[in-house]
Nanobody, 112 residues
Framework: QVKLVDTGGGLVQAGGALRLSCAMS????????MAWFRQAPGKEREFVSV????????SYADSVKGRFTVSRDVAKNTMYLQMNSLKPEDTARYYC?????WGQGTQVTVSS
């Protein structure tokens, strides 16, 4: 079974940057797609980005395209989300997903 630990959230001013990490342990595989989702208070969880490392492909939600970059360190079984030019509407709890396993989430708060 896969275990995920999400870290890197925090409080940042609009226009700032953060880097989130998702560390995978247990029955890991570089073939697994790894994705980021986020959930703001009172809203449904929404897709942010996915890294399909084995296919050499990444994709992003339109709302973050050009500002967020997903990457993976296969040797460390860790996925990253570099978030630049943050906006108040990016405020949410960010979750990593691998197959059917969710991380615990990490809170990102962007002040205006």
């Amino acid at each position: 079974q896969v275990k995920l630990v999400d870290t890197g959230g925090g409080l940042v001013q609009a226009g700032g940057a953060l880097r989130l990490s998702c560390a995978m342990s247990g029955r890991t595989s570089s073939d697994y797609d790894m994705a980021w989702f986020r959930q703001a208070p009172g809203k449904e969880r929404e897709f942010v980005s996915v890294d399909r490392w084995s296919a050499g492909h990444t994709s992003y939600a339109d709302s973050v395209k050009g500002r967020f970059t997903v990457s993976r360190d296969v040797a460390k079984n860790t996925m990253y989300l570099q978030m630049n030019s943050l906006k108040p509407e990016d405020t949410a709890r960010y979750y990593c997903l691998v197959r059917t396993t969710w991380g615990q989430g990490t809170q990102v708060t962007v002040s205006s």
